[in-house]
């Protein structure tokens, strides 16, 4: 079929081929079909937390009356257990339930939870009279709804980005360019549902009554599930497999079994070796893909000295290759200790070869594991981040301070603000922390668009571990400077210049005097804290993604994660020693009364501590070697697919020499590594490495899932 142009040529109606073909129905759009549930439960969700967690250290200080040491500390502990419990949630997600069912179980969870705080706060009884200490029944409710909480929580922070972009199939361009876009309005929920929270819940709790102000997070998160299962039948699944912080610790702990057994038995495993594939013995990249690294060693997991050279993959981990010829040593020289996990692997000549003999992965009789060298490497991969992981604990310490001494130091001071028109407006001390936010929505397109093009153009090279670096040397500028804030403050109050009826009140009666002195001052310590998290915190979190291979980008997020973790616990440590070691002094620093203590003594003890942190993380640093980690594309294949379905036709190119065959209960590429998932199951899918690639398999896990340039405030995550 065809029409007349005005030139008299005919020309088809369809281009050809496309004749007789039907037309290819429009596809529907993800990001404005699917996402919008997965976008209003993370809005929900995050107004209800921040909603609780932005203003609680006002709360256990005005109406549970503990002091001010033991409601940083308590605030820290449940922070730091908040970043503890997705572990959990991303295991159960990975290895056993899938995103969709962790998340909404514990969604509920956290649900209870929520409702569980808000009766705590209202029923008679399980507060405190002002001026009482609480009974321990009313801690018991208190800390019995945020233990809830915290475990709720773990079950969504690693898993609601990794569920919305499960939703997105990078082989087709549409939602290749919506996944970016879900991103986007992803973070924008987050910083929308935090802005409520610092702003309107955060009054309700200061100037009407903490039941509602609890009550309104709560109903929040009730509208969180509704939202989540009304997507119920839009969503798409990716199969469980194993979970690679499994990995890690079944590498390790075979590793350490082999070893003892070694030890204990002193000879040699026995060492089957099956005859050479095709393509062994050449030097073409083919047979670095096919002979993963290793070095020659006597005993089990260690490569045999009859077994033959071997060569590693030397893109993929290393970012070069190892020297030709046989004998050398291949893999990385760190943790060397690991490679006593090794149990098969394959030679340069193309020889597969196991110790103790056995067929299948399980290693045999010679040891446990079963575990190649490129598995091993992988993991090997993660435990070098170890020692920045260290050293970054404490900048979450000082980060910590924000919510729990920056709160308490700004309720002691004036929260009137002048407006034009003869109007005053009032601050909550916790609505400070909009200007953290603010920060960095404001630095992060400034640095991107601005410093960082500067510093190349200049020829500085500027690294990630520099930004980190750097990031803790503006935290601690941010704890000097509130030292200096609290030590202003308190000379006003000890020269007796303290006006409690034109100073801004006395707490409400709750505690300490206010000072006359402006709320306002403490701005410049929030957009510092701000200016690291720019610097460090989302440099840590490229660098832990970008520096372990696909596989193992799950334990890189979860250091990042235990990381934050930790950082809270050790600043609770901190608070602790320094009240009791004060108090042993005879000058507490941290007392009930603020005004009484020396407040401006720990913030300074902090920046030290911090200072003294950023050299050895500058050591450490200074040693550190960058690896060059190929990541690969994903795609989705549904569970039914063989594994080529949807996969974009590699371009036409020179034959290539065939591929040894892979090991025995090796999967193939493309293939879905399904457990605890029955097949046939609708909505099914895997994702697959685009194109040709080897490794296949589930590379993106519940942690690993960060864009290009994550802009992301650190507790957001």
């Known amino acids: 079929m065809a029409y007349t142009n005005g030139g008299g040529e005919a020309v088809p109606l369809l281009p050809p081929g496309e004749a007789g073909r039907p037309a290819e129905p429009k596809r529907r759009s993800t990001l404005l079909s699917v996402c919008p549930f997965i976008l209003g439960n993370e809005f929900c969700e995050r107004l209800a937390y921040y909603g609780l967690a932005t203003n609680f250290v006002t709360y256990l200080t005005h109406i549970m009356g503990v002091d001010a040491a033991t409601a940083a500390i308590e605030v820290m502990v449940f922070e730091g257990t908040c970043y503890v419990t997705p572990l959990l949630g991303a295991y159960l997600a990975d290895s056993h339930w899938g995103r969709y069912a962790t998340i909404l179980v514990f969604s509920v969870i956290y649900l209870l939870g929520m409702v569980a705080l808000t009766l705590t706060s209202w029923l ?46 990078e082989k087709n361009p549409q939602d290749k360019v919506e996944k970016q876009s879900f991103f986007n309005y ?39 599930v509704l939202l989540f299962l ?26 350490l079994s082999n070893r003892w057994r070694s030890r204990r038995g002193g000879a040699s495993a026995a060492v089957k070796v099956l005859p050479a594939v095709p393509g062994g013995g050449g030097d073409s990249d083919d047979d670095l893909d096919a002979a993963p690294y290793g070095r020659p060693a006597p005993g089990p997991g260690r490569l045999h000295p009859g077994a033959g050279a071997v060569r590693r993959h030397g893109a993929s981990a290393m970012g070069r290759h190892a020297p030709g010829g046989g ?35 399980g290693g045999g009789s010679g040891g446990a594991g079963g575990y190649s060298p490129q598995q091993v490497e992988e993991v090997k991969l993660v435990l070098r981040l170890l020692p920045v992981f260290g050293t970054t604990m404490l900048y979450w310490t000082i980060y910590g301070m924000m919510g729990s001494m920056f709160v308490q130091q700004g309720t002691l001071m004036d929260n009137a603000v002048a407006l034009p028109g003869g109007w005053t407006l009032r601050v909550p001390a916790a609505t400070m922390a909009l200007f953290n936010t603010g920060a960095i929505i404001l630095l992060v397109p400034l640095y991107d668009s601005v410093f960082e093009p500067a510093l190349r153009r200049a020829g500085v090279r500027w690294t990630m571990l520099r930004r980190i670096g750097w990031g803790m040397v503006v935290a601690v500028l941010a704890m000097l400077y509130s030292a200096g804030v609290e030590a202003w403050r308190l000379s006003i109050y000890r020269a007796g210049a303290n006006n409690h009826d034109g100073g801004g009140g006395d707490s409400g009666g709750y505690g300490p005097a206010v000072v006359p002195l402006s709320i306002m001052w403490q701005a410049p310590a929030y957009v510092l804290v701000g200016a690291s998290e720019v610097l460090a915190s989302i440099a840590q979190l490229e660098f832990f993604y970008d520096q372990a291979p696909d596989v193992m980008r799950s334990c890189s997020m979860a250091l990042q994660l235990l990381s934050t973790a930790l950082g809270s616990y050790l600043g609770g440590g901190l608070v602790a020693a320094v009240a009791a070691l004060s108090v042993a002094g005879g000058a507490p620093w941290l007392p009930k009364d603020l005004n009484a203590g020396h407040l401006d003594y720990f913030l300074l003890l902090c920046g030290g501590l911090m200072a003294a942190n950023t050299a050895l993380f500058a050591l450490v640093a200074l040693g550190y070697e960058y690896k060059t980690v ?44 399904t457990i605890n998932a029955p097949p046939g199951r609708r909505g099914q899918f895997h994702y697959a490495a685009a194109a040709d690639d080897e490794e296949g398999g589930l590379y993106s896990r519940s942690l690993a899932f960060v864009p290009p340039s994550p802009a992301l405030p650190a507790p957001f995550r």
Not at 141 to 169: E, H, M, R, Y
Not at 200 to 217: E, H, I, N, R, T
Not at 631 to 651: E, W, Y
């Open 186 to 224: 992803f973070y924008l929920a987050i910083n929308l549902g935090s802005l409520i929270a610092c702003t309107a819940v955060v009054y309700v709790q200061d100037a009407v009554s903490w039941s509602l102000g609890f009550a309104l997070p709560a109903a929040a998160m009730a509208v969180a």
């Open 327 to 361: 004998g050398g040593s291949a893999g990385s020289s760190s943790y060397r200790w690991l490679e006593d996990a090794i149990t098969e692997w394959q030679t340069s000549q193309g020889q597969l070869v196991r110790a103790g003999g056995g067929s299948g992965g």
């Open 124 to 169: 008679p009884g399980l507060t405190p009279r002002v001026g009482e200490d609480a009974s321990v029944l009313q801690n018991a409710a208190l800390f019995g709804a945020l233990g809830v909480i915290a475990l709720g929580t773990g079950g969504i922070k690693p898993n609601v980005s990794a569920f919305g972009a499960d939703q997105f199939d």
């Open 230 to 255: 009304a997507g119920g039948r839009r969503y798409r699944h990716v199969a469980p497999t194993e979970s690679p912080m499994a990995r890690v610790v079944k590498v390790v702990a075979a590793a």
């Open 630 to 673: 190929e990541h690969v594309t994903l795609v989705q294949v549904p569970d039914d697919d063989d594994g080529d379905a949807g996969v974009a036709p590699a371009p036409p190119s020179a034959p290539r020499p065939p591929r040894p065959p892979r090991p025995p209960g090796a999967p193939a590429p493309g293939a879905a590594i």
